[in-house]
């Protein structure tokens, strides 16, 4: 079963911390993306990247920053978390040229910063 | 600017009746729209798509209708059953930025017994 893999569920980090959000996928897709979601707000895209050490802003990349090392990972990293970073994570991937089925995305990582 | 607009946050409907969710968008450019389901503390996972060559697609109970003109899209249920309630988000894609889908803020869809 293709899946896209968040290291951790629920997280809580407190104000100032770096945190690092991991994300893998076994589908050897191009395209990875980084969104929060926020009630009200919708999936608000921070970062994504469409291939290996390549990255693109979104549309909230303030106190984010990603990094794209191998293919299968992509990791989103606060570099100083702040309460209004707090929220539900998902990552997804989606391959080059196939539009019809949009992104696979993966469970989510609730972060409280407290 | 929301590019993709879904105005009913949520949506109550009793089971084995209809379950329409509307969605408009603003960029003529779109030619790709989907519909996600969402449960609590998931990830979003796809339920269908069409394209702009399309106005409607079809996968068992569920149906999206596409009205160019209007800009608007339509996801219909039927009929609706207690599992179908959830966040419903409506995407569309202009395929220009490497496949990148603009969300809408979600419906939550309650079906009661």
């Known amino acids: 079963d293709v899946k896209v893999t968040q290291s951790s569920r629920y997280l809580v980090k407190r104000t100032g911390e770096k945190v690092f959000l991991e994300c893998v996928q076994d589908?050897?897709?191009?395209?990875m993306f980084w969104y929060r979601q926020d009630p009200g707000l919708g999936l608000r895209l921070i970062y994504f990247?469409?291939?290996?050490?390549?990255?693109e802003k979104g549309d909230i990349p303030e106190g984010y920053s990603v990094s794209r090392e191998k293919k299968e990972r992509f990791s989103l990293i606060l570099e100083s978390a702040s309460t209004n970073q707090t929220s539900m994570y998902l990552c997804?991937?989606?391959?080059?040229?196939?539009?019809?089925?949009?992104?696979?995305f993966g469970s989510g990582t609730r972060l409280t910063v407290v | 600017d929301q590019q993709v607009k879904q105005n009913s946050p949520s949506l109550s409907v009793q089971e084995g009746r209809i379950s329409i969710l509307n969605c408009d968008y603003t960029?003529?450019?779109?030619?790709?729209f989907l519909w996600y389901k969402k449960y609590p503390a998931e990830g979003p996972t796809f339920l269908i798509s069409i394209s702009s060559i399309k106005d409607k697609n079809e996968d068992g109970r569920f149906t999206v209708f596409l009205n160019k003109s209007a800009k608007h899209l339509s996801l219909h249920i039927v009929p609706s059953q207690p599992g179908d309630s959830a966040v419903y988000f409506c995407?569309?894609?202009?395929?220009?930025?490497?496949?990148?889908?603009?969300f809408g803020r979600g419906t939550q869809l309650t079906v009661w017994p």
């Open positions: 997804a991937s989606s391959p080059s040229g196939e539009r019809a089925y949009g992104y696979t």
């Open positions: 990247s469409y291939d290996v050490k390549m990255k």
């Open positions: 960029n003529s450019m779109f030619d790709y």
């Open positions: 589908m050897d897709h191009e395209n």
């Open positions: 995407a569309a894609s202009d395929g220009s930025t490497l496949g990148r889908l603009y």
